[in-house]
């Protein structure tokens, strides 16, 4: 490929007297350079973006990478992609934002006000008069042909005609400097909550450049969207006190993009759900919630449009709401957007765009979009297969069946059309050309190099009820990887901040909600819905589970290192095999002090078994970020990096797979870490939690869970005999963390009824079985309570069983073989009835009744 | 004996039963008749057992009238039943079959070109849920249409041809089953012979739209019972200009006349399928469907409902 013969960034550098070599390697020829003019001058945004980060700046460009990649690894935020068996992949956020001077952005602005318009207009003259059909502005094909028009939306009119209230819009930079458009998105457009995060870490990053360059800022945009649903909530409210409920409503945590739909319903204040999270009745919306169904008067949904509703939609999703477009047409919902908007993503469209925009607005389009044939019309068809040897075909619409094969076969990248054209001509309608587009390169910084990568600015724009629409100034703009024709997050691209440069002291608004009336306070604290309930009691199980696990493992580890493990190997192999420190395959026996060692240090990681350390702490994790806006930051950090540091000190111990040795010490460290980490976290539940009953449902998790460990260690010690074994007494004392209360009170004597005493009886003992017990009986009593179910009963029956408890005299007592019977039969009623009392939660308050599909053949 | 009209009284029964309680349900039904040129609406009742706690119903994009219901209590069955009478004229009297438009004229006008006259029918000339648009079936569609043929006649042979390749099997398809599968397995019941002819049609240009409802399953004496007639049936319609739609049964290899009671029309058996739902629970289910068409006495003239002969037992 030529080289630019422009002048390299050095010039600059030296200026600058720069110690770190900056180099900024030439555009490829035929690209728009964002960062240099044909001179090879710096352009002036950019020329001020380094002036303003001077000597120091550039030099500490390489620490502000870090800095990113620590931000976005504390954040948690994540992009999930199929291919990579479900593992969510870091986001890819690039260093240097994209800069847009005012007088540019007025001319996208309009522009992108101008395409969302039209987009309404067509998505409204489709499922109304169909004047567009009629006249021959718009073929048969591309709507009638599209999977994307919904029959069942037809003659459906949303108040004040408004269909669409987000749009997002792709542009890219042609050579010659103008913008062209290249795609939109109107089904369930993403990148908006990834832009507010890049936002809130760049700007950080660059505090005094984005100070100085006086950059818009995004949040009075996410306010007016927030403005425009509660607007359209009323509607659906029809004139019902209060103030509507807002839900954003996703695919789940399988989604590719689930990070930037909890991150969004939690910056917006509104209501994380599911489509199993939702019921319909009658006509109307509702959630399931911890104490009842509860009203939902807007969705804002990141659901494509066929999986929406499965009775009218596709039968075959199980993530929409059944029955919900019958409530959208009965007014009683707002959905946002109406399903059906997907056949104006279709690329085929760009073509006919001119023509529909004089028909419709009176307006000549403000920016084109990129040069674009269907080849459903001959005429376009022909014009295209002359004049061009290369270009990429795509689609017109997406699951198009070529004789079987899918949509895959189009192939990446550019493509030769003589081979095209017999595929072609068999089913014109299905195929689309689009020129290759050389978009411009905006600057990457890579290691004290800057070097150009193709971009795309993805840009949003939202409607007012009466179809104002209004552009955030910014957006979401992405980086090709090199040498790589299209540009796509699921390959491999980055993203970067936008920003809009501005001469006016920009507004310092944050997200300022209107002001609330009494209704708002009302309905404030008592939405749990019975998802959110049910993560609420596991993420206190896990914990719990991730803390007794943990202290058992020190205790085995502690005791195997120092020799006196003799006696108590196999209590130990019991206890480790029964707590899940073992995998289920493992044997029972037959163990060696130091194989023992081996096998638990082999399955603490996450990958290994459903209940090792690393798992517990994984599932903690999610279970936790699911209702991760009941947590306080630092309550939710400290649970994401007990679990990630733990996996990279996993990581770290067995550097090569299958060998034997590992590092004793960091082991040893790592556990002590994490038992600090899993104590804050249980203290953070303690202290910084609203005591309200999502707390009061960790609480019940956590509470059971250690009621049934504790029972557990008790019953395994005694029934291997080691009660009364100094070994085993001490170690009983280890892991219910009561060793130093024991010395305390009876010092220098092992006797079995104090130590009883002490395990089960005394009410003080936070480990105790009695107290603990106690306390989770009356936490039962308020939870059902606080569900307001009369139907259920308090969970008596357990309640009573507290005072067998109490009974020390019958606990000590021993059978003719020695064995404290009546203690072991105490620790199986309770286990059994924790274990109850935990499927009655279940079956009371979550919702995980499966939908099942069901038609008939004529 | 030439009959100037038939009155056809329909009675049709879908029952559900549950090995669990349902605990919610959410019902679509496409079980209203139509009023048309020749079929009038005498009367239609319906009933659904347990009573929904709520009931809808809108036109849907085809002209349907789509019953919406929901079951909100918790149930172990349940039963529709929908008892319809209509009035049914002859219509293909002035047919002639070798007069219609060639084939690939009509299919070049449904073909976009800047400038044209819209033509509505158009919507059923691409491929549906059930029906692709393939190689395989334009290839078979086209041993029919040979060039400048007729539309009705091309028609009439394709379907002559299909239901000499093509097997009646019950239980060999399923109510998903795409046309190209029924296509390769050349068997089916009517709803796959339906689907396999209209994808053949559209393959190479022709509107083609897919129609349910039911058969007559008394037959006059001397004549065979039709196919298909103990359930609810569905055929096929072609669109032809200066014709209109011509229906058409490749089950029968007949015309659908005064045996076929038209229900709903749609692209394929996804748009208009009789009960379609959603349940909570229920665990597994069995379906009994019961259809029974009976001719009335008197025809046309006297269409008294006490001159209607008990219907029979369900089969």
Redesign the interface.
């Known amino acids: 490929l030529a080289v630019q013969t422009s002048l390299p960034f050095e010039e600059v550098a030296v200026r600058a007297k720069v110690s770190s070599p900056l180099r900024a390697l030439p555009v490829r020829e035929g690209h728009w350079d964002e960062l240099r003019d044909a001179s090879g001058q710096l352009r002036p945004t950019w020329r001020r973006f380094f002036d303003l980060l001077g000597d120091e700046g550039i030099a500490g460009l390489d620490h502000a990478v870090d800095s990113i990649a620590q931000q976005v690894r504390d954040n948690d935020i994540s992009y999930n992609v199929y291919a990579d068996n479900g593992e969510p992949r870091p986001w890819a956020l690039d260093l240097l934002p994209f800069l847009i001077d005012e007088a540019e952005w007025a001319k996208l602005e309009r522009a992108i006000r101008q395409r969302a318009t039209l987009l309404n207009a067509i998505v409204k003259d489709v499922y109304g008069p169909q004047t567009l059909?009629?006249?021959?502005f718009l073929?048969?094909?591309l709507v009638?042909?599209h999977p994307g028009y919904l029959?069942?939306v037809?003659?459906f009119v949303p108040p004040g005609g408004q269909y669409l209230q987000l749009v997002a819009v792709d542009l890219a930079r042609a050579p010659s400097g103008e913008w062209v458009i290249m795609a939109h998105r109107t089904e369930a457009p993403s990148g908006l909550g990834y832009a507010l995060e890049n936002r809130l870490i760049v700007a950080g990053v660059f505090a005094d450049q984005f100070r100085s360059m006086r950059v818009q800022r995004l949040a009075p945009f996410y306010s007016r969207l927030i403005a425009s649903l509660v607007e359209g909530g009323r509607a659906a409210m029809r004139g019902e006190e209060g103030s509507p409920h807002i839900a954003l409503l996703t695919p789940g945590p399988f989604s590719e993009t689930f990070f930037e739909h909890a991150f969004l319903a939690r910056y917006l204040g509104v209501t994380l759900v599911e489509g199993k999270d939702l019921?319909?009745?009658?006509?109307k919306l509702f959630l399931k919630t911890f104490a009842g169904l509860e009203r939902v008067h807007v969705l804002l949904r990141r659901l494509d449009d066929a999986f929406c509703d499965?009775?009218?939609l596709r039968?075959d999703s199980s993530i929409g709401v059944?029955?919900l477009l019958?409530v959208m047409?009965a007014g009683n919902v707002m959905v946002s957007n109406v399903p059906g908007s997907g056949f104006v993503e279709s690329p085929a469209l760009h073509g006919f765009l001119p023509a529909i925009s004089h028909s419709l607005l009176g307006e000549r389009l403000e920016l084109p979009s990129v040069p674009t044939w269907w080849c459903?019309?001959?005429?376009a068809r022909e014009a295209a297969l002359e004049s061009l040897d290369e270009a990429f075909v795509i689609p017109t619409w997406p699951g198009v069946?070529m004789?079987?094969r899918s949509p895959r076969g189009f192939g990446d990248g550019l493509q030769p059309l003589a081979k095209w054209e017999k595929r072609i001509e068999?089913?014109p309608?299905a195929f689309t050309i689009q020129e290759l587009f050389p978009g411009s390169h905006a600057p990457r910084y890579e290691e004290s190099t800057i070097a150009g990568r193709s971009s795309v600015l993805r840009v949003y724009a939202i409607a007012d009820m009466e179809g104002g629409w209004s552009v955030m100034p910014g957006g979401f703009t992405r980086l090709g990887a090199e040498r790589q024709p299209s540009v796509s997050m699921q390959y491999g691209s980055s993203s970067v901040d936008t920003w809009v440069l501005s001469s006016h002291p920009s507004s310092t608004l944050s997200l300022l909600p209107t002001p609330m009336t009494p209704d708002d306070l009302a309905r404030k604290h008592r939405t749990v819905s019975s998802r959110a309930a049910e993560n609420l009691f596991w993420a206190g199980r896990y914990g719990e589970r991730a803390e007794n696990n943990t202290r058992l493992m020190r205790v085995i580890l502690s005791s195997l290192e120092s020799n006196d493990a003799e006696g108590l190997l196999d209590t130990m192999v019991d206890l480790a095999w029964q707590c899940g420190l073992l995998p289920p395959g493992a044997p029972r026996g037959g163990y060696t002090s130091a194989s023992l060692e081996r096998m638990l240090v082999a399955n603490l990681g996450e990958g290994s078994t459903a209940s090792s350390i690393g798992q517990n702490l994984a599932s903690q994790a999610r279970a936790s970020g699911e209702i991760r806006g009941r947590l306080s930051t630092d309550h939710w950090r400290t649970i994401l990096t007990a679990r990630n540091d733990f996996r990279d000190a996993i990581q770290a111990l067995h550097p090569v797979r299958g060998i034997e040795r590992y590092d004793r010490v960091l082991l040893t460290r790592t556990l002590e870490t994490l038992s600090s980490q899993l104590l804050a976290i249980s203290g953070a539940q303690g202290d910084r939690m609203t005591r309200d009953e999502a707390w009061r449902l960790v609480f019940a998790g956590r509470h059971i869970e250690r009621v049934a460990t504790m029972a557990t260690f008790l019953r395994t010690a005694v029934k291997h005999r080691q009660i009364a074994t100094p070994g085993g007494f001490d170690l009983l004392l280890q892991l219910f963390d009561s060793t130093l209360t024991y010395r305390s009170l009876y010092p220098g004597r092992f006797e079995v009824p104090p130590l009883i005493d002490l395990l089960v009886v005394e009410p003080t003992n936070p480990r105790g079985l009695y107290g603990v017990y106690k306390r989770l009986c009356r936490k039962l009593v308020e939870i059902s309570q606080a569900a307001g179910r009369g139907a259920h009963s308090d969970f008596s029956e357990a309640t009573l069983y507290a005072a067998s408890l109490r009974n020390l005299g019958a606990l000590c007592t021993t059978d003719a073989d020695g064995m404290h019977a009546e203690l072991v039969a105490v620790c199986d009623e309770l286990e059994a009835q924790v274990s109850a009392a935990a499927h009655e939660i279940s079956a009371r308050y979550f919702s995980h009744?499966?939908?099942?599909?069901?038609?008939?053949?004529? | 004996v030439t009959i100037e009209k038939a009155v056809l009284s329909v009675s049709h029964r879908?029952t559900?039963r549950y090995s669990t309680y349902v605990?919610?349900a959410?019902?679509?039904a496409t079980i209203r008749p139509q009023n048309t040129a020749w079929q009038r609406v005498i009367a239609h009742e319906e009933s659904i057992e347990p009573v929904p706690?709520?009931i809808?119903s809108?036109v849907?994009?085809?002209g349907n009238d789509v019953l919406?219901f929901?079951l909100?209590s918790p149930h172990r069955s349940l039963q529709m039943i929908s008892e319809t009478t209509v009035e049914l004229t002859p219509r293909w009297a002035s047919l002639d079959p070798a007069a219609t438009p060639a084939w690939d004229t009509v299919a070049a006008s449904t073909?976009?070109?800047?400038?044209?006259?819209?033509?509505p029918e158009?919507?059923f000339?691409?491929?549906s849920p059930n029906i692709?648009?393939?190689?395989?079936l334009q290839e078979y569609g086209l041993v029919s249409f040979t060039p400048g043929r007729p539309l009705a006649e091309g028609a009439i042979d394709l379907m002559h041809r299909i239901y000499a390749d093509f097997k009646y099997r019950p239980l060999s398809t399923?109510?998903?089953t795409p046309a190209?599968q029924a296509f390769e397995l050349k068997s089916g019941?009517?709803?796959d012979f339906a689907q396999v002819m209209i994808g053949c049609m559209r393959a190479i240009g022709l509107p083609a739209r897919y129609v349910?409802g039911y058969l007559r399953n008394d037959p006059p004496p001397g004549q065979v019972k039709l196919i298909g007639a103990d359930?609810?049936?569905?055929w096929v319609s072609v669109f032809c200009p200066g014709s209109g739609w011509i229906d058409l049964d490749p089950t029968n290899d007949v015309l659908a006349d005064l045996d076929h009671i038209t229900l709903a029309i749609g692209r394929d058996?996804s748009?208009v399928?009789?009960?379609?739902?959603?349940?909570?629970?229920?665990g597994s289910?069995r379906?009994d469907?019961g259809v029974t068409v009976l001719g009335l006495e008197g025809d046309d003239s006297n269409p008294e409902p006490e001159a209607e002969p008990e219907p029979e037992p369900e089969p």
């Open positions: 059909l009629h006249k021959g073929p048969p094909a009638f042909g029959r069942s037809k003659g019921t319909v009745r009658d006509d499965p009775v009218e039968a059944p029955g019958q047409r459903g019309e001959a005429a069946e004789n079987g068999a089913m309608d009744a499966k939908t099942q599909s069901l038609q008939v053949s004529s | 879908t559900y605990e919610t959410q019902h679509l706690s709520y809808n809108r849907d994009a085809f919406y929901s909100e073909r976009f070109c800047a400038g044209a006259p819209f033509v158009t919507e000339c691409f491929a692709g648009l393939r190689q395989d399923s109510y998903d190209h019941v009517c709803q349910s359930a609810s049936h569905a058996y748009d399928s009789l009960l379609r739902g959603l349940i909570l629970g229920g289910h379906v469907v």
